[in-house]
C-alpha cells in the first residue's frame, strides 16, 4: 500500500535504520524494487525523476503505473519525485498522488533556491505532501554533488529554517552514477550535520558506496538513501547474459522478466543492508 513518505522517513530517523529510496525508470524496475521491498518485509521509497518522466515523454504514464503497482503490492511504499528543477512537474506530481517530492534548484545561485524552495513547500504542504531540496551553494554544472564537494552544517540549519524543507540532501563524498562502489564518505561531517540539521538527510549517488560503508553513514546519521545505477548494473548484467543464452528469443517479456527478478533478488538484498540493525 501507499504509506506517506512523511510517515516513513520519521520512523526510520527516530529508529536510526536507513530507508531505501530505489529509482523506477519502467515498470519494470517498479515490479522489482516492489517485489524486493515485500521479499524483505522492508519498507521503500519508490522514486521517479525528472529525466525518468522525460523518457516517457510526461510523468503521468509512468507515475500513474507505478502508483497502481504500490497500491496492490503488500510493501509499504511511498512515492517520490526524484530531482525536479520544473516547479510545473512538482505540480503535477502532487496532483497524481505523489507522497514526497525533491525540487532541485542546486544550480540556481543562493538567492533564487531559496525563494523558489519555498514557493514549493508552500505548494506542497498545502497537499500534505513532503519536499527534499539540497543546497546550491557550490553551483557549476556538477551541482552540491560532484566529488570534492561538501555541504557546511550552519548553512545548512539556516536553509532549512529559512525555507520549511522536510528532508536535505547534502554533499559527504558522494557522486552520481558511480559504477564502482568506491567513494569514501565524510562520516565526521555526517555526525556534524545530523546535529545541525533538524531534518531527515539524504545521500544522493549511493551507488558509488559500498555496503559496509553505507551502514557507517546511516549510524553516523544519514536517512534516505539513494540508489539508482547499481540496480540499473544488476538488471543489464542478467539481461545480457539471458540475451547471449537466447539469441533466438525476441518477445521481450522472456529476457526482461528475468532481469526483473535479478533486480528484485538486489533489491531485497541491498534494502536489508541500508535499514541495519537500528539503534
Ligand atoms: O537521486 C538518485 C540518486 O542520487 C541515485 O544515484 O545512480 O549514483 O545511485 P546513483
Ligand atoms: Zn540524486
Redesign the pocket.
Given at each position: 500500500p501507499l504509506i506517506p513518505t512523511r510517515e516513513l522517513l520519521a520512523q526510520a530517523r527516530a529508529a536510526g535504520r536507513g530507508l531505501p529510496?530505489f529509482?523506477v525508470i519502467h515498470l519494470e524496475s517498479a515490479e522489482a524494487i516492489l517485489g524486493g521491498a515485500e521479499d524483505a518485509g522492508l519498507p521503500v521509497i519508490l522514486?521517479i525523476?525528472e529525466n525518468a518522466a522525460t523518457y516517457h515523454g510526461g510523468l503521468a504514464p509512468i507515475a500513474r503505473g507505478t502508483l497502481a503497482a504500490v497500491e496492490r503490492s503488500g510493501a509499504r511504499a511511498a512515492l517520490h519525485l526524484?530531482?525536479a528543477e520544473d516547479p510545473a512537474l512538482v505540480e503535477e506530481a502532487l496532483s497524481l498522488g505523489f507522497t514526497s517530492v525533491?525540487f532541485d534548484a542546486a544550480r540556481l545561485a543562493d538567492e533564487e533556491n531559496r525563494r523558489l524552495t519555498e514557493r514549493v513547500c508552500a505548494r506542497a504542504h498545502a497537499a500534505g505532501v513532503l519536499v527534499e531540496a539540497e543546497l546550491g551553494e557550490v553551483g557549476g554544472k556538477d551541482g552540491a554533488?560532484a566529488p570534492g564537494v561538501r555541504t557546511d552544517p550552519a548553512e545548512a540549519a539556516r536553509f532549512v529554517a529559512d525555507t520549511g524543507v522536510d528532508a536535505l540532501a547534502v554533499a559527504v563524498g558522494?557522486?552520481?552514477?558511480?559504477t564502482q562502489r568506491t567513494a569514501a564518505l565524510d562520516l565526521g561531517l555526517i555526525s556534524r550535520l545530523r546535529e545541525a540539521v533538524p531534518v531527515p538527510l539524504v545521500?544522493?549517488?549511493?551507488?558509488?558506496v559500498a555496503d559496509a560503508h553505507l551502514q557507517e553513514a546511516v549510524l553516523a546519521g544519514m536517512t534516505k538513501i539513494?540508489?539508482?545505477?547499481?540496480l540499473?548494473k544488476v538488471f543489464t548484467a542478467r539481461l545480457r547474459q539471458v540475451l547471449e543464452e537466447h539469441p533466438e528469443w525476441v518477445d521481450s517479456r522472456k529476457y526482461l522478466g528475468p532481469a526483473r527478478q535479478a533486480m528484485r533478488a538486489e533489491v531485497a538484498r541491498l534494502a536489508a543492508v541500508i535499514v541495519g540493525p537500528g539503534a
Open positions: 529510496a529509482n522514486q525523476s526524484d530531482h525533491m554533488h558522494s557522486s552520481h552514477a558511480m545521500l544522493h549517488g549511493s551507488s558509488g539513494n540508489v539508482s545505477t547499481h540499473n
